[in-house]
């Protein structure tokens, strides 16, 4: 495997089930609560290096117990935390409901993610990036620090993946170049004014994205590069638990996967599979597969 440079967040999960997803003022009783470490970027680092990947995670943390055992957690798999920026006040939180299908809701309270400066994203990077890297990203921290490490991963001519969770609108200078994986509502958000997710994608193509991978969950993903055919995925049959961080394993599985030199395809068929596999457990992290659970999951969809 190769090396992934993840930059991204870190929060702490209370994960709420319920039987059903609240509507707007309905309080819905009977929860039962769990806590899990979490945020996009920690958890896109531990679903990449679970699959073997020398992987680095940038990030603020606050200076409390989560932060603590956050990073105790991303020894334990592997990942090298010596990048993260320890800051003052609270680690970031996140709320997040779990209904009787799987389905999910969920708000954040960013806490030291939003002090992840492009400064600090750019001194982290400088010694860390090279042409065979891999430059994760998604959107639960600055834009400015997102902004910067796109365009220190561009400079190395390493591979950038953005994650655009949560979605929002892009400046051209970010989709330059990078491989972007929304899911079928994020792509909207991307490209503002597109009247539908085809026009959307060809906005994002058109501003210079190497790709874009929709993720459609149980449905699998597709992909779209310019001048070529959509490669459909399909997703393996798995029981779902809940989908949380099913996007994450996605991404930190992509991310691997191009790290070791596949091809983008390939790389997008075992992501597929990476995010069923992560559907199977609970929180965003006990299901986060190996290569093994990998292989053997790719084998069962594929007799042949």
């Known amino acids: 495997m190769g090396h992934v440079a993840v930059v991204g967040s870190v929060n702490i999960d209370y994960v709420v089930r319920i039987g059903h997803l609240p509507q707007p003022g309905e309080t819905v009783a009977g929860g039962v609560l769990s806590i899990f470490p979490g945020g996009k970027g920690a958890n896109q680092a531990h679903a990449?290096?679970?699959?073997?990947?020398?992987?680095?995670?940038?990030?603020?943390?606050?200076?409390?117990?989560?932060?603590?055992?956050?990073?105790?957690?991303?020894?334990?798999?592997?990942?090298?935390?010596?990048?993260?920026?320890r800051c003052d006040g609270p680690s970031g939180v996140a709320v997040i409901l779990v209904d009787d299908a799987g389905e999910n809701m969920i708000a954040v309270a960013p806490g030291a993610n939003e002090l992840l400066t492009?400064?600090?994203v750019e001194q982290r990077l400088?010694?860390?990036?090279?042409?065979?890297?891999?430059?994760?990203?998604?959107?639960?921290?600055?834009?400015?620090?997102?902004?910067?490490?796109?365009?220190?991963?561009?400079?190395?001519?390493?591979?950038?993946?953005?994650?655009?969770?949560?979605?929002?609108?892009?400046?051209?200078?970010?989709?330059?170049?990078?491989i972007l994986t929304p899911?079928?509502?994020?792509?909207?958000?991307?490209?503002?004014?597109?009247?539908d997710e085809a026009t959307a994608i060809a906005a994002v193509l058109g501003a210079g994205a190497r790709a874009v991978v929709v993720t459609r969950g149980s449905r699998g993903a597709t992909l779209h590069q310019a001048g070529q055919p959509v490669l459909t995925v399909p997703a393996p049959k798995v029981t779902i638990v809940d989908?949380?961080?099913?996007?994450?394993a996605f991404n930190?599985?992509?991310?691997?996967?191009?790290?070791?030199?596949?091809?983008?395809?390939?790389?997008v068929e075992t992501a597929v599979a990476a995010g069923a596999a992560a559907c199977t457990g609970a929180g965003a992290r006990r299901a986060l597969p190996t290569q093994a659970d990998l292989a053997a999951l790719l084998a069962r969809r594929d007799p042949g």
Do not use: F, K, W, Y
Not at 140 to 148: M, N, S
Not at 154 to 178: C, F, I, S
Not at 183 to 195: C, D, F, Q, R, V
């Open 183 to 195: 899911n079928e509502g994020e792509i909207l958000l991307a490209a503002p004014g597109a009247a």
């Open 252 to 267: 930190g599985s992509l991310a691997a996967s191009l790290s070791d030199g596949l091809p983008l395809r390939a790389g």
């Open 48 to 85: 990449a290096a679970r699959l073997g990947a020398a992987v680095v995670l940038i990030a603020a943390v606050g200076a409390d117990q989560a932060a603590e055992a956050e990073r105790a957690a991303l020894e334990l798999d592997g990942a090298d935390t010596s990048a993260l920026v």
């Open 126 to 178: 400088a010694t860390r990036l090279g042409p065979r890297s891999v430059v994760l990203l998604s959107l639960e921290i600055p834009l400015a620090a997102v902004e910067a490490a796109a365009r220190a991963g561009q400079e190395a001519g390493a591979t950038v993946v953005l994650n655009p969770a949560p979605g929002m609108a892009l400046p051209p200078e970010v989709l330059r170049g990078v």
């Open 118 to 120: 492009g400064d600090l």
């Open 243 to 248: 989908t949380v961080g099913a996007g994450d």
